[in-house]
């Protein structure tokens, strides 16, 4: 007679990992870049509040020039403290376990200083007031993307992980699809806005980040509280911040000796990311300058462009899980440059429709991969110090993209002909890539 099983003895239970939670993270905060950082407070600040008490067009103009200069000089103070921090702090967090901790900190302090922006009164002395706070917001949210990077390997399996870093930056795209719709309705349009706030002193612009704040906090509360457990890899020893710029140091010099391919990578990804965050931050110059779209169809293009952007994301990490994140970035990226080069030799508006989308459908799909090739080269436990010199490696090269774009501008005297310089430095960053050896790291996963 068999054995009756004793029901008191159990088989562990096992922990579903916070997949979920993790996507709901980029839904939660591109609220910030799609609303804070592009479409709405940012222009608020360096065009409301920089020209506000200014009479007279050139006096106007003046200002909003000015404006600018101070939104993207703290900008710029923000690009270094990330490129300084973010290596530090990811150091921090792999050898001494705090990754979950620093990944509050930085997610609550994003939340809190988009909190404060209220405070930005429609006045050209709070020009700097407004431009600081944007800036620290990047910072925190910049260093929190390092912290939420390194959970992807292990929530993820090397079969899994392209689809679930492209869900999850399809979510982030819908997310800011569906934030940016809000914000219009209840805000802006019609008139004042279903919530009927006026804009009175900027209060119809300056509650925005509020709503902000509170979708942030619901997004990433998820995962702040399931992330997994992050073991220190060097317990109990001690730690300062001087001994850390020590180690990666002598960590990047090691890399040239024993980790050449990683290092090749994160020079050559660098590049191509810089291309492609210039796409989008270039794309509502483009549209109004070159192709005269009012303010409406900017919105409107944009809203496609994120639209468009989720899906491609989200087919291109099952593409990623097939054939692997090498041929899915060097596709994209050639993607890019070819309907890039369209673009250019062709000022139709109908073709800056069709071709600019179809630029956003390979967009995603790289910037999801590449965050999926560089888990897969990186050692065990290694993994937030690695997204920490991600993060520094795209700072230090971030102005090429804009800078190409300005310099082309100024040649030719033309703003169309910008997007070669966006061309060139995507060129450049896949030339780049092509010759690293990737190994299997760049394949799909063979599986048994």
Not at 254 to 268: G, H, S
Not at 324 to 345: D, E, K, Q
């Amino acid at each position: 007679m068999a054995s009756i099983p004793d029901s008191g003895a159990r088989a562990p239970r096992r922990t579903r990992p916070p997949v979920v939670p993790f996507a709901l993270w980029d839904g939660g905060m591109s609220a910030f870049s799609s609303v804070i950082l592009t479409f709405v407070f940012a222009t608020y600040v360096a065009s409301a509040v920089a020209a506000e008490g200014a009479v007279g067009d050139e006096a106007i103009k003046a200002a909003q020039d000015h404006g600018s200069q101070v939104l993207t000089t703290w900008q710029s103070i923000g690009a270094v403290a990330i490129a300084l921090l973010a290596p530090l702090l990811g150091n921090l967090a792999d050898r001494g376990g705090a990754r979950n901790a620093l990944l509050r900190v930085t997610t609550i302090a994003t939340v809190v200083t988009v909190a404060m922006m209220p405070l930005v009164a429609l006045d050209a002395d709070y020009l700097t007031f407004g431009a600081a706070l944007i800036a620290l917001a990047v910072v925190f949210s910049e260093l929190a993307g390092v912290f939420v990077n390194s959970v992807l390997p292990e929530i993820s399996t090397p079969e899994n992980r392209g689809r679930i870093s492209g869900t999850a930056w399809a979510v982030g795209y819908w997310g800011s699809i569906v934030c940016l719709g809000m914000v219009l309705v209840l805000f802006v349009m019609p008139g004042t806005g279903l919530l009927g706030i006026t804009g009175e002193d900027g209060w119809n612009y300056r509650a925005i980040p509020l709503f902000v704040a509170l979708w942030i906090l619901v997004g990433t509360m998820p995962l702040m509280l399931t992330a997994p457990k992050h073991p220190a890899s060097a317990p109990g020893e001690r730690w300062n911040p001087w001994q850390g710029y020590a180690h990666i140091v002598r960590r990047v010099i090691r890399a040239f000796k024993e980790e050449p391919i990683m290092l090749q990578y994160l020079v050559a990804s660098a590049i191509y990311r810089d291309g492609l965050g210039a796409v989008f931050s270039i794309a509502g110059v483009l549209a109004a300058n070159a192709y005269g779209f009012s303010t409406v169809g900017i919105i409107l293009f944009g809203i496609a462009a994120n639209l468009v952007a989720g899906i491609g994301v989200f087919l291109g990490g099952r593409v990623d899980d097939r054939v692997g994140p090498r041929p899915v970035i060097i596709v994209g990226c050639a993607g890019i440059i070819v309907l890039g080069l369209v673009v250019l030799f062709f000022g139709a508006t109908l073709v800056f429709w069709v071709a600019g989308l179809a630029i956003c459908l390979f967009v995603g799909p790289v910037q999801s991969a590449s965050r999926n090739l560089l888990t897969r080269l990186s050692q065990p436990g290694r993994e937030t110090e690695n997204f920490g010199l991600y993060a520094t490696t795209g700072r230090a090269l971030g102005f090429l993209g804009t800078a190409a774009f300005a310099a082309t501008v100024a040649i030719s005297g033309d703003t169309r002909t910008g997007i070669l310089g966006i061309v060139l430095v995507m060129a450049l960053g896949l030339i780049a890539f092509l010759p690293i050896r990737l190994g299997a790291a760049g394949r799909a996963p063979v599986t048994a």
